[in-house]
């Protein structure tokens, strides 16, 4: 059982930066692809990117590219969320999510969920 916890979240102005830190234990990370979700009040929740194994592939969705960079620790099991240039549309609450093996396929299901962590962009 891996268990993940979310941290970094925050109020911040339009503008400005925020950096996601995402924890995990209770199993080998480096077993894990890891991504980042967002809800958004009274909507979906979305992808926002994902990294995988090893560190060195990361996607990002059309929303965030150029605003955010994705990196992971496998040393200290934590993946982070840098997110820059940031707006009030990405006020949501953010996911850190983790599934088994090299990478994240478009429509693979989590095995593993944070709690989230609030990000909230005033204007």
């Known amino acids: 059982q891996v268990q993940l916890v979310e941290s970094g979240g925050g109020l911040v102005q339009a503008g400005g930066s925020l950096r996601l830190s995402c924890a995990a234990s209770g199993g080998t990370f480096s077993n894990y692809a890891m991504a980042w979700f967002r809800q958004a009040p009274g909507k979906e929740r979305e992808f926002v990117s994902q990294i995988n194994w090893s560190g060195d592939i990361q996607y990002y969705a059309d929303s965030v590219k150029g605003r955010a960079a994705v990196s992971r620790d496998n040393a200290k099991n934590i993946v982070y969320l840098q997110m820059n240039s940031l707006k009030p549309e990405d006020t949501a609450v953010y996911y850190c999510?983790?599934?088994?093996?090299?990478?994240?396929?478009?429509?693979?299901?989590?095995?593993?969920w944070g709690q989230g962590t609030q990000v909230t962009v005033s204007s």
């Open positions: 999510a983790a599934k088994r093996g090299i990478i994240w396929y478009d429509g693979d299901e989590a095995d593993y």
